[in-house]
């Protein structure tokens, strides 16, 4: 039964580290154990106030126990009795007594770390931090002329007690003959901020730079208290321009320009660092994942596969990307290669959708459809091929298909949201309008907060020009559901053509497209212009649209309707 509390407990989990974190001196050898213990002969009284001990301790009764060992530990001064006296004592919750048994430990066994630690817990859950101070200044006093070095490891052996304003008080007290040293200065600003006193946390790291202008450690420490953005990129930029070697800060400067989506600036910096590690695994994803974000192609397939090739780390991102880089440069073969290596995490189920959409431009539905299908023989439950199959046979232009499958999909799992989604969209392309309701109706009654349920039934009204105060209903609920959807946004644009406000209307196809350049919007936003009598605009809009989406069959539909 372990009855220690979480301030007794964490300093016990620390016995195998250092005492005080102090650097280790040399010594002379030590005195085998033999040695150092008491002559102790043991008589009767011994043993018996021992198996006292212990059998109260076995049956709970800590605070016999802890009495019956404190008595021992004074009569032989063994100091492994007095170890035992203090631990029983803590579980006891017996403090004075553990106090007591712990100040007798060390004076037995002064470089005992455990004997530190205990004593320390104590003395710093008691609120006697001058106590405490003064045990571990003597301990850091031998440490000079490595005492900065010993204060830096010293704040990591107090970092999780629970009390940090005690914590803050006791590294004030502790430091106060060194502060003419930056670490000093440092481990205050650490107990500061852990105290939740920023304002002082910044005061003294200041103070560490003003020491030691090129610490790159105190540098990090301070960004880490700059707002996030521009006042902290500015900081490590010019601790950099002063310290070009600072491997950490340059790091640290990349990441801050990631989160400020300053991409192409952020791969300058990690093309620094590669430039210092260039078989750095971290690095080359890094540069090869921001050169694809600012559209390098090039340069982002080279790192990439520099970091397949040395294998260290999650290889499945690398090669999904990979696959989307051959298949976006035109080489299918590669791509289909690339995604069949992706054997595992996030982007498995992704990279094997991919590749039969790969295979099926490749004119190859069937093997496409076979592949699909026997990912879902492995993963039966995963919704997301059923999808991909229905998307593949509607790209094919085979609605039917696409219909019959997903109809049978239905029948096994009536109530699966995706599905019902999925089999309403394909009845819209046979134009079962009575079948897409019913099963659009269900997903709304299944999940009222599904928006797209609302647009999909809201749209096809509107697209068929029927029902329409119904239909704008349906899109304002869509929209109340997800705002500033682009697809939504789009269904409001048509509605709003189909009553007759063109102008309006464009305002809201507009605003879509800026968000999601998708080209049945650009279809919608050119059949506007045309009404509104700009026809150049429109087949500017179309054209641009059909470059970039040559396949897409509701795009060409309404362009044959304008251009024949």
Aim: one cysteine or more.
């Amino acid at each position: 039964m372990n009855l220690f509390s979480p301030v007794f407990t964490f300093f016990l989990t620390l016995a195998s580290a250092c005492a005080w974190a102090q650097v280790p001196a040399a010594s002379p050898v030590p005195l085998k154990e033999e040695d150092r213990l008491p002559k102790q002969e043991l008589t009767g009284q011994i043993l018996y106030q021992f198996l006292l001990a212990e059998i109260a301790a076995q049956r709970g009764q800590f605070g016999l126990s802890a009495s019956a060992y404190l008595d021992l530990a004074l009569s032989t001064r063994d100091p492994r009795i007095v170890r035992r006296a203090a631990e029983i004592a803590l579980h006891a919750r017996q403090y004075d007594v553990a106090l007591e048994a712990s100040r007798l430990w060390l004076s037995l066994e002064p470089e005992s770390a455990q004997a530190k630690q205990t004593l320390a817990t104590l003395l710093l859950s008691s609120g006697r931090i001058e106590e405490l101070a003064a045990s571990v200044a003597r301990d850091l006093a031998a440490e000079t002329p490595r005492v900065g070095e010993a204060l830096l490891k010293l704040i990591g052996v107090f970092a999780r007690y629970p009390d940090k304003i005690a914590i803050q008080r006791l590294f004030d007290q502790l430091t106060q003959p060194y502060l003419g040293l930056a670490e000093a200065h440092l481990v205050r600003a650490q107990a500061a901020v852990t105290a939740g006193n920023a304002d002082r946390a910044r005061s003294e790291i200041d103070q560490a730079l003003q020491l030691r202008p090129s610490w790159e450690l105190a540098a990090l420490f301070k960004a880490e208290l700059l707002p996030k953005g521009a006042a902290q990129l500015d900081f490590l930029k010019a601790f950099l321009e002063a310290n070009p070697e600072a491997q950490d800060a340059r790091l640290a400067y990349a990441r801050g320009l990631v989160g400020e989506k300053r991409y192409e600036a952020s791969r300058i910096e990690f093309r620094r660092l590669l430039s210092a590690n260039p078989n750095n695994p971290d690095m080359l994803y890094a540069v090869g994942i921001l050169s694809l974000q600012v559209n390098d192609a090039a340069e982002a397939e080279q790192q990439l596969k520099r970091f397949v090739e040395i294998g260290r780390g999650d290889l499945d991102p690398a090669r999904f990307y990979l696959g989307q880089i051959a298949d976006q440069a035109g080489r299918p073969d590669d791509a289909v290669r690339w995604y069949d290596l992706v054997v595992a995490g996030e982007h498995a189920m992704p990279a094997k959708v991919r590749a039969a959409q790969v295979l099926l431009r490749q004119n190859k539905l069937d093997e496409a459809r076979g592949r699909l299908a026997a990912a879902r023989a492995n993963a039966p439950g995963d919704i997301r091929l059923v999808v991909a199959e229905a998307q593949l046979l509607r790209d094919a232009g085979r609605h039917a298909d696409a219909f019959a499958f997903l109809a049978s999909e239905l029948e096994v799992q009536p109530d699966q949201p995706d599905i019902l989604y999925e089999t309403a969209l394909a009845a819209e392309k046979l134009g079962y309008l009575d079948v897409l309701e019913r099963h659009l109706r269900r997903l709304m009654a299944l999940k009222p907060d599904s928006a797209q349920a609302y647009n999909a039934l809201g749209y096809s009204l509107a697209d068929r020009n029927l029902r329409l105060e119904e239909a704008a209903q349906l899109i304002e609920k869509a929209l109340s559901l997800a705002q500033d959807d682009p697809f939504i946004l789009d269904s409001k644009g048509w509605l709003l053509f189909r009553q007759g406000k063109p102008a309006a209307a464009l305002e809201a196809l507009q605003k879509a497209f800026a968000q999601k350049p998708d080209p049945e919007i650009a279809a919608h936003i050119g059949e506007v212009l045309w009404v509104l009598g700009r026809p150049n605009e429109a087949l500017a809009v179309w054209r641009e649209a059909s470059k970039a989406h040559p396949t897409n069959e509701a795009l060409a539909a309404t362009i044959k309707r304008f251009v024949p």
